[in-house]
């Protein structure tokens, strides 16, 4: 806790607070991410050694689950991009 009673010292330990917890939530949004591109990578390599070993195989499910993956990875990408966007802005405000 500040030990300042200046009050706009203790308005910018408030808000260095707030920027804090939310650059740790964008983190948790960016690890949701990483996690669907492992998803992904861990599909692709599937539908190749599914092809590899069955050429004329039906990959039908391979590319709808890898399709639901991009829609997700996208989503939560464009949030995570707002959110850290978000934090910047806040931490400038709050150097200035």
């Not at 009673?5 to 408030?14: E, G, H, L």
């Not at 991009?70 to 150097?95: H, P």
């Amino acid at each position: 806790m500040c030990s300042s009673s200046n009050p706009a010292v203790i308005a910018v330990v408030k808000d260095a607070r707030i920027v804090g917890q939310d650059y740790f939530n964008a983190m948790k949004t960016s690890a949701k991410v990483a996690r669907h591109g492992i998803t992904f990578a861990a599909d692709a390599v599937g539908l190749c050694e599914l092809l590899s070993q069955h050429p004329g195989a039906d990959v039908r499910l391979f590319v709808d689950e890898m399709r639901e993956i991009v829609q997700l990875a996208r989503g939560d990408a464009k949030d995570t991009y707002g959110e850290f966007s978000a934090v910047r802005q806040t931490a400038l405000q709050v150097c200035t």
